[in-house]
DNA sequence: CTCCGAGTGGGGAAAAGTGGGGAATGTGGG
DNA sequence: CCCACATTCCCCACTTTTCCCCACTCGGAG
């Protein structure tokens, strides 16, 4: 099981190239077989798995319901961004420009290792979601771990 | 079960190293496998925790909701100040220069141990926290351990 | 006094990040 | 049908950072 973290400042190079951090490659299991899948994600940004953890929600969102016209939208939405993205041998991925464009992506980018995943940000739409939560991260901390036995 | 104590005053090299103290070493079990995590503190100040205390952790936001924003952003904001250090042959860690700037850590550092975890903190940030405490050690103490069985 | 463990400092090899050239592939127009 | 152009991918090269190892100092125990 993935558990990415940390966060990493990176450029993309004018062939729309991103590295992924050597921190990061550590993490990825070898079943994943350096493919990732690449979809839009929640806010603003990009949502990176590993081949491994993608199957795990493609199991998800398979057992949703086709007949239920939420589920049928949500999956449409999903599968619509995604695309799958080989390494090359400098250990970089290529993103298509849509979703570059999707998440306002442009020079400078900013990486975040979320456990499962990884996710890909414009700097200053990061900076602008962090700075806009209404809650600190010490107030938010409590409230979420506090049923912790 | 680790159980770190003490206060400690360390200096940090011009290369972002710390040493860890021969007494919280002595504490830290076998299963870290000399691997530690350094994230941001509640307050302005770093944690550390053992590789097998780490994984307590990451256990509890695994199970948090990736659908709930205020989830996402608690995890976002934890694991992005978060990065793995090996010790090096001189029991030392490096410590990223944003978790340094982040803490306002330059040369001189206050550690301490804290049960499960390890603080760094900036020697002046540490002073004024504790002088800046409203209540005094006594009558916190009595609000603190009342309810114990 | 000597030895040993602990804390501190720095040099050099290896890895990681960045950028670009050029072949292979594919698409549209003449 | 062939050619011009864009796009993709593979490889090579340069720069910076990281990390691994060695050396020195200090203080306490024997």
């Keep these: 099981m993935s558990s990415f973290k940390g966060r990493f400042s990176y450029s993309v190079d004018n062939k729309g190239r991103i590295a992924l951090p050597a921190k990061l490659r550590k993490n990825v299991s070898p079943e994943a077989n350096e493919t990732f899948i690449v979809t839009r994600g929640f806010e603003q940004c990009l949502f990176v798995y590993p081949q491994d953890e993608w199957n795990k929600l493609e199991e998800a969102i398979r057992h949703l319901s086709p007949s239920n ?28 420009h849509d979703l570059l464009k999707f998440a306002g992506i ?44």
């Design 106 to 149: 442009e020079n400078e980018v900013q990486i975040l290792g979320v456990l499962e995943r990884i996710e890909i940000w414009n700097p200053n739409i990061y900076e602008e979601y962090m700075n806009n939560q209404p809650a600190t991260y010490e107030t938010v901390a409590e409230a979420v771990l506090k049923p912790q036995e």
């Design 69 to 96: 016209p939420q589920h049928r939208f949500f999956v449409r939405t999903l599968l619509q961004w995604s695309t799958d993205c080989q390494l090359d041998s400098q250990a970089r991925i290529s993103i298509p």
